[in-house]
């Protein structure tokens, strides 16, 4: 029986994914993961530290028209700030969303994570089908023992067909001989 692809055997070439070894007690195996992510160009301490200076800015322009008169501008100055404050707390809450995809000896695990909430669905590889959803630039849809669910949504649209692609490149080239027979014909 041979050990599952490891990172200096890697028989797929992966866009997206990358191969990496894992070793334990009982034997050396590897492991391909798919981390996909939405393409965020700041961080969460990034943004409040930016946060943080627009406060700064806008609480002493509008302390210096308070103190020449113009009273309405520092109520307005503190709404402004709340409602800035509040599309941020969203925008973090969703900034680290993902998708983490793991291809493992007998289990496929996929991780869905959005706004601190996560869905984790596992499959029998062996037994796991890639299809779009819709059509090749919709949502790809991993489906087996009776479930199913969708990824790729942090990837571009045009892109989704080459994931899919790679999906089941990495699906077949998984060790056969621990596959049923029927599972090698229909499973990809």
Do not use: K
Not at 84 to 110: M, N, Q
Not at 155 to 180: D, H, I, M, N
């Amino acid at each position: 029986m041979s050990a599952p692809p490891s990172a200096s055997n890697a028989p797929v070439r992966l866009r997206f994914g990358r191969w990496r070894a894992v070793s334990d007690d009982r034997s050396t195996a590897g492991v391909v993961e798919w981390v996909l992510q939405r393409n965020c160009s700041t961080t969460p301490a990034q943004m409040t530290a930016f946060y943080g200076s627009l406060c700064v800015v806008s609480l002493g322009i509008g302390s210096f028209f308070w103190a020449f008169g113009a009273t309405l501008v520092m109520p307005f100055a503190w709404a402004e700030l709340l409602l800035v404050g509040a599309a941020l707390v969203v925008w973090a809450r969703h900034a680290t969303d993902r998708e983490r995809i793991a291809l493992a000896p007998g289990r496929l695990t996929v991780e869905w994570q959005s706004g601190g909430r996560v869905e984790r669905a596992e499959f029998q590889p062996d037994w796991v089908r890639v299809e779009p959803c819709h059509d090749d630039r919709s949502l790809i849809e991993l489906s087996g023992q009776g479930r199913s669910i969708a990824v790729g949504r942090y990837v571009r649209p045009e892109l989704r067909r080459q994931l899919a692609e790679e999906f089941r490149a990495a699906l077949r080239s998984w060790p056969q001989e621990r596959r049923p027979a029927a599972a090698v014909s229909d499973a990809v």
